[in-house]
T-cell receptor, first 113, second 113 residues
Framework: GAGVSQSPSNKVTEKGKDVELRCDPI?????LYWYRQSLGQGLEFLIY????????KSGLPSDRFSAERTGGSVSTLTIQRTQQEDSAVYLC???????????FGQGTRLTVV | SQQGEEDPQALSIQEGENATMNCSYK?????LQWYRQNSGRGLVHLIL?????REKHSGRLRVTLDTSKKSSSLLITASRAADTASYFC?????????????FGPGTSLSVIP
């Protein structure tokens, strides 16, 4: 595709349910980032992939959060047993190199009720 | 800890005026990037300045970098209402080859017609 694609664009889920967020990066981009942004706040780093490996998982808020990337392409961010404080926009970005220009998807707005 | 910190947090100006936003960071960097975000969704890359550059221009944007002071500024000249957005600086930390791009909390710019 032409850009980074995230799905779903919006997700409303009940507290305690698991959710899976998907990111399709730009083809050929080896670096992939997940960020979380609460309303009116900056971007909170969650995890970074270089290829399929995640050298830095330090930003994941708790063990309820996990992410994987397969084939050096699609990534999924899974949140288990969602809590209301997980409500935020989850942004994915990819870049050709780790320090290059990052291209962002439009994000998934997660609402936990 | 936050790598990049923008200043001011919010800025309101009249159309036609210039807007200046500043970014400070803490460690050695490979490059510094500025992004814009409209409506709390995906970020758009504006400009990248490398650590060996002092100034860079792109249209109405001018970015400066002072590595001795660990700071950068973004100047938008002749602002327009369409420039209303949040602006973020992002740095790639050189501590390790696997370090990640860190975003500051952003400056919210309002351009009043």
């Amino acid at each position: 595709g032409a850009g980074v694609s995230q799905s779903p664009s919006n997700k409303v889920t009940e507290k305690g349910k698991d959710v899976e967020l998907r990111c399709d990066p730009i083809s050929g981009h080896t670096a992939l980032y997940w960020y979380r942004q609460s309303l009116g706040q900056g971007l909170e780093f969650l995890i970074y992939f270089q290829g399929n490996s995640a050298p830095d998982k330090s930003g994941l808020p708790s063990d309820r959060f996990s992410a994987e990337r397969t084939g050096g392409s699609v990534s999924t961010l899974t949140i288990q047993r969602t809590q209301q404080e997980d409500s935020a926009v989850y942004l994915c970005a990819s870049s050709f190199s780790a320090d290059g220009e990052a291209f962002f998807g439009q994000g998934t707005r997660l609402t936990v009720v | 800890s936050q790598q990049g910190e923008e200043d001011p947090q919010a800025l309101s100006i009249q159309e036609g005026e210039n807007a200046t936003m500043n970014c400070s960071y803490k460690t050695s960097i490979n490059n510094l990037q500025w992004y814009r975000q409209n409506s709390g969704r995906g970020l758009v890359h504006l400009i990248l300045i490398r650590s060996n550059e002092r100034e860079k221009h792109s249209g109405r944007l001018r970015v400066t970098l002072d590595t001795s002071k660990k700071s950068s500024s973004l100047l938008i000249t002749a602002s327009r209402a369409a420039d209303t957005a949040s602006y973020f600086c992002a740095t790639f930390d050189m501590k390790t080859s696997y370090d990640k791009v860190i975003f500051g909390p952003g400056t919210s710019l309002s351009v009043i017609p």
